[in-house]
């Protein structure tokens, strides 16, 4: 990922602030009054307003040196999503079996970390690029792998198997792990009123998830 720092941006701000997954998606209406939907993007991009968890002029200082540090929207970096940041379901522990990021063919040894979402309808899988150093599990066919066995690029989410180590050909392999979304500022300005501020109105400050 090009202009990108591989800083966090700070987490007791990013724990308050409000957003989500976006999609894109045309809607045509047709005379019989039926409609035809058509996805513009194959998965969805988050975007956040980091401006909610900013409760402080200490708080929105912080900000404001943040923004600088990465030359307004000129240098991605990381957010914690404050609902969506682990392998696991909202409020679980991390376990080296939560997503299946691939199946072992006996000479394959590196796999890149993904989670499904989705339910007996249909489902996405996304990539996570930013996993958080330290946190990543993995297991074949259900059984933990020692931290000498793999590694995992932080900057990438590749797992990769030490040689003489590729899971066996049918194996099923899974990982669990925190993560980061790599997102940048969606503005190139913060307008900061000390007097609009102290009156309890906040300046928005938009953030929008950035792809590989």
Not at 3 to 28: K, Y
Not at 101 to 118: A, S
Request: glycine share 12%.
């Amino acid at each position: 990922m090009t202009a990108f720092h591989e800083v966090r941006f700070p987490l007791r701000l990013s724990l308050n602030a409000s957003g989500g997954p976006v999609r894109r998606t045309d809607i045509v209406n047709l005379s019989n009054g039926r409609e035809t939907r058509n996805r513009r993007w194959a998965g969805s991009r988050r975007a956040y307003d980091a401006g909610s968890g900013v409760r402080s002029l200490s708080d929105l200082s912080a900000v404001v040196d943040f923004f600088e540090a990465r030359g307004g929207r000129l240098y991605g970096f990381r957010f914690r999503d404050p609902l969506d940041w682990t392998s696991s379901r909202y409020g679980e522990p991390v376990t080296a079996t939560d997503q299946a990021i691939g199946t072992g063919d006996g000479t394959r040894r590196v796999f890149q970390l993904v989670k499904t979402y989705g339910d007996a309808g249909g489902s996405w899988v996304r990539e996570i690029v930013k996993p958080v150093t330290g946190t990543v599990v993995v297991a074949v066919d259900g059984v933990a792998q020692a931290g000498a066995v793999f590694s995992c690029d932080a900057a990438t989410g590749i797992v990769t198997f030490g040689t003489g180590h590729a899971p066996e050909a049918g194996t099923i392999v899974t990982a669990g792990y925190e993560f980061d979304v790599p997102v940048r500022f969606d503005t190139d300005s913060i307008e900061v009123n000390l007097a609009a501020f102290n009156a309890g109105r906040i300046p928005a400050i938009p953030l929008t998830e950035i792809r590989p």
